[in-house]
């Protein structure tokens, strides 16, 4: 059999078991209903760290429930958690790791008490560190997802483990499965790797919602050029959304080491890098979010190019979560963690309280 038939025949096999038998609408909203879908931000810090596994409290640590309680008390109900899969299952096939399980565990159920919603993200870019020396990054050594020593299946074994633990959760908003893949390899494109954890992932949990990541760093602006085949991925349950990620500097990697002069923005910026994205979501019928956005502190302007992308996101039905929140950021001039035992807020989270929901059909 080919490989297009063996997924014709798995899905259909599936599609029984699937409790969401609908099927999706995208941002056009043609047919279905009226969901409410929420804003948010990601929660950094259990990601923090090129030391694998490292220590935590030393080179990463995890957000709290006070972290939660805040963004809530704002009525930003979204939370994307970045997570690494190194930490998680310190030997590829192997058990999860109890202790991380159990802190990420913590966090959900947390997030579950304060009614939020939490969205999980391998936060790996396509690769897994199958060697660190436990003080510094020096010598660390990657695999890509595709690579003898971090296989496709790998990769299956542990969202299986993971969608196990967690598809109880009714906080979890859905799974991430990959945080900006990039450079993978053309004899494994990730295109593939991710029909295969769909088809992994149903086998254990029919009901989460997947979220699919755009390759080469799931830019919106490139969209159609690196992502177009990611329309071909077939979800046996019909619960399956696309992720894109968007930063507003000249070449878009959201460092900002130029200032806003220099690097040539306008007001317009975000909205011209997100609508190659939106308009192939129109164009397949196909539901976005947008997992990564943020802008310096540090000149007001910037605040002026994130409300007319969010102000575009929310009139098109996509929601999104701002990079990024957490209690390791320190000065971080992207930070909108509060300061100050949470009594001060950041400048952006003004702009991001005017954009607390969207509406999706589907």
Known sequence: MTKKILTFVFASVLMASCSNGDEPGGTGGNGGTEHTEYFGVNMSGAEFGNVYPGVDGTHYGYPTESDLQYFKNKGLRMVRFPFRWERIQRTMNGELDATELAKMKKFVQAAEDLNMKVLLDMHNFGRYCIYSNGVNSEDNQFAIIGNARCTVDNFC?????????????????????????????KTTPWVDIAQACINAIREVDTETMLVISGDEFSSASRWKEVSDNLKTLVDPCNNMIFQAHVYFDSDASGNYVKSYDEDGATVQTGVMRLKPFVEWLKENNKRGFVGEYGVPDDDGRWLDVLDAALKYLQENGVNGTYWSAGPRWGDYKLAVQPTDNYTVDRPQLETLLKYKTTVQIY
């Open 157 to 185: 074994d542990v969202w299986k483990k993971l969608a196990a633990e967690f598809k109880d959760y009714k906080c979890i908003w859905g799974y991430d499965i990959m945080n900006e893949p990039n450079a993978m390899l």
